[in-house]
């Protein structure tokens, strides 16, 4: 039931420049694929302990069986021991990453080991090839190695190109991987885990034909796939406007956290709107493999050089929710341009823009309250000065002094070294994402088993649930039953954009033309047996929820359920302490 | 004599998104995953920022892949294009490097070229109106 391809393990030992293959049809058979194996491949590679930057660490890198056969199946699984938070990261990327994986013949890779010299991985059919990256190290921008990449290697049309910026190089924690120019890998700091391991990047390419038991069947539903997709009213708002039509919505319900959610709204949000944004900046819709609704959005504008006249650069960059939620409406920063240039440098050094927001938000207000001084900041940071961020953010990737070398380490170091604690939007170590909708988006953030908005939903189940009362427990169950149902998307790297459209039932049939004969009730086992996996290994690595801190400015800002109480929460981690057996420990 | 025929054709490369879908239909045509059998091809200008190239066999009417093919394994169609005698081919990829615009592919499992039929399956899943199906003839 495994095809041929999605079975073989490519392990990469950077250490010694060597790789081998490995049939692991016993993992995908169990596991799937994607999240499913990748925490098997971690728990077997990964030793207890390790230093997240030291070479001990592993990076896997995983796709599903669904992948080349059908639409949306179009994420890469990347898991790794976070540098930021110390335990179990985990990111998910779109690009050409999925289908250029598959193709290449493998269903995951495992990258162990850390090179003594910069070096690239090309991996071409099914070869590897070590080449050397000392040219591209310290080069200060990534589209500039994206370029350069892009016309040495083979596979124009087929290959993914992931690589890391000076933030990667220079181990800021929340560094992130950057994949056809557009799309990361961005959370919980894989760059910096590259980084330390001399890899600047990783390019994988292929093209294979993939057997098919039924191949009426296939077609067949493959066109049901289709046609909802195209169909669908979900995937044309991503199609339109794509993840910032959210901005307004969450604005006008006060979810959306504005600098350092001192407020959960800002009054000039329409500026950094997927409306405005689309009528005024948008200048091309693109998509990942194998995705119809092209939710990619890159905004184009024009630049002027200062020191000639009619001397003019044309600027892109790919805008979505989150980055103008932790680098717009976090900062206050309103004039749109001014974002735009912001989330560039951001994208040109490869950081992870929430973080960097979440970290950069911080630090202002630690300004504006003395805790700090503008010796430390060297700049002088205040809401809405996007010129001074670009400067800041060049700073946290360059650390010229104390305090960036700790704001480079996250903003739970940064406010353990200097105070500011209660106003420092970090769960579990990592930055908040951008949802102060109410109970169930911060529970989400301090249960859910990457600390981030994607797998829980929290914000969803706030926006379905605006004026009822869920009690503790219920919200603990119904967003660990989303979590659960997510493992199986996940681990057939479906897009959850599209998780309106493969249903339990829809993946079940879709499976079947494969030769897989997994009913709805098989996958949501299977989805929970993952979860229980994963947070086996995040208590190996030492994560207790007991132990949380629970950020003071969640409860001080109003959401958009009210006031959260401080004491439901803690109900929260209570029921979900006992609910994953942690109690009796 | 007149003749019609079908041949595809890109009516704007700019709308194109990128997803490729259009290859996956072309391979889906024998019923199987994957990419290795699309006769046409979808690439970055160079940035995806700059927008896609669209290759697609133009259905020459005096096709330079069929002059150079030694076996006769390709043959000139009424109309415009070239029908594959797969028999024929010998493998020697003649035809790859006569197409001035890349649009023969090369199915490496069987070492023989990857040609369009023209059957327009994968104006079916362009979802952003790229491509389209039209008739030619004289």
């Known amino acids: 039931m495994v095809d041929a391809y999605l079975r073989r393990v490519l392990y990469i030992d950077l250490t010694h420049k060597r790789y081998w293959v490995e049939d692991r049809e016993d993992l995908f058979e169990k596991w799937l694929g994607g999240v499913g194996v990748a925490v098997q491949l971690l728990k077997e590679e990964l030793p207890k302990d390790a230093d997240p930057l030291g070479p001990d660490n592993v990076i896997v890198l995983a796709v599903g069986p669904l992948v080349g056969y059908y639409p949306l199946a179009s994420k890469t699984v990347a898991v790794f021991k976070s540098p930021l938070t110390g335990n179990y990261g985990e990111s998910h990327a779109g690009g050409r990453s999925a289908v250029a994986l598959r193709m290449c013949g493998f269903g995951a890779i495992v990258i162990k080991g850390a090179s003594d010299i910069p070096i690239y991985l090309a991996i071409h059919n099914g070869k590897v090839y070590f080449r050397d990256a000392g040219a591209y190290w310290g080069m200060r921008s990534t589209y500039t190695v994206g370029r350069i990449i892009r016309e040495n290697e083979p596979g124009a049309g087929l290959r993914t190109i992931i690589r890391i910026g000076l933030a990667g190089e220079n181990l800021v924690r929340y560094a992130c991987a950057t994949t056809e120019t557009y799309r990361h890998f961005g959370r919980l700091g894989l760059g910096a885990v590259m980084g330390s391991k001399k890899l600047k990047a990783i390019v994988i390419s292929g093209k294979r034909l993939l057997p098919v038991k039924d191949k009426k069947l296939y077609r067949e539903i493959y066109q049901e796939i289709y046609d909802k997709a195209v169909k669908s009213p979900l995937m044309k708002k991503y199609h339109d406007y794509g993840t910032p039509v959210n901005v307004k919505v969450l604005n006008e319900i006060k979810a959306l956290p504005t600098m350092n959610l001192k407020k959960s709204f800002f009054e000039y949000a329409d500026y950094l709107s997927g409306e405005f944004l689309a009528e005024n900046y948008l200048g091309r819709r693109v998509a990942c493999t194998h995705c119809p609704v092209a939710c990619v959005h890159i905004a184009t504008w024009r630049e002027p050089y200062e020191d000639e006249p009619f001397f003019y650069k044309t600027k892109f960059v790919s805008y979505d929710y989150e980055p103008i939620y932790a680098l717009g409406t976090m900062l206050g920063i309103k004039d749109t341009v001014g974002f735009l240039r912001l989330l560039e440098a951001v994208e040109i050094y490869g950081l992870d823009a929430m973080s960097t927001g979440a970290c950069l938000a911080w630090a202002t207000e630690a300004l504006e309250r003395g805790i700090i001084s503008e010796k430390d900041t060297i700049v002088k940071l205040s809401w809405g000065d996007w010129k001074s961020y670009i400067k800041a953010v060049e700073y946290i990737v360059n650390q010229p002094n104390e305090f960036y070398k700790a704001l480079a380490m996250g903003v739970e170091y940064a406010s353990t070294k200097y105070g500011g604690k209660d106003f420092a939007l970090a769960f579990g170590g990592l930055e908040m994402p951008g949802y102060h909708t109410g109970p169930a988006a911060h529970i989400g953030y301090l249960l859910g088993s990457r600390h981030s908005h994607l797998d829980m939903a929290g914000y969803s189940l706030d926006q379905k649930t605006l004026g009822q009362e869920l009690t503790p427990e219920e919200t603990v169950d119904r967003l660990m039953k989303e979590e659960t149902w997510r493992q199986i998307l996940s681990s057939l790297v479906i897009c959850f954009f599209a998780r309106g459209i493969y249903s339990p039932e829809v993946v079940s049939k879709a499976l079947k033309p494969l030769g897989y004969d997994l009913s709805e009730e098989d996958l949501k086992k299977l989805g929970e047996e993952i979860y229980k996996e994963k947070y086996r290994l995040k208590i190996r690595e030492g994560f207790d929820p007991r132990k949380l801190r629970i950020p003071r400015r969640i409860l001080e800002t109003e959401s958009a359920k009210g006031k959260l109480s401080e004491e439901y929460i803690q109900k929260a981690i209570s029921y979900f302490v006992q609910k994953i057996g942690l109690a009796k420990q | ?138």
Not at chain 2, 38 to 66: M, N, Q, Y
Not at chain 2, 102 to 116: Q, S, T, V
């Open chain 2, 1 to 138: 004599m007149n003749y019609l025929a079908k041949r595809l054709t890109v009516m704007d490369p700019d709308r194109c998104v990128g997803c490729q879908l259009c290859m996956f239909a072309c391979n889906r045509r024998f019923g199987e995953g994957g990419l290795e059998k699309a006769a046409l091809h979808v690439k970055s200008v160079g940035g995806f920022e700059r927008g896609f190239t669209v290759v697609v066999c133009r259905a020459c009417i005096d096709p330079p892949c069929a002059r150079v093919c030694p076996t006769d394994a390709l043959t000139p169609r009424p109309g415009g294009g070239v029908t594959l005698n797969a028999s024929k081919c010998i493998g020697c990829k003649a035809c790859v490097d006569a197409c001035p615009i890349d649009a023969i592919f090369w199915d490496d499992a069987i070492g023989k070229p990857i040609i369009c039929v023209y059957c327009g399956y994968c104006v079916n899943f362009c979802p952003h109106g790229v491509l389209a199906l039209e008739e030619v003839g004289r």
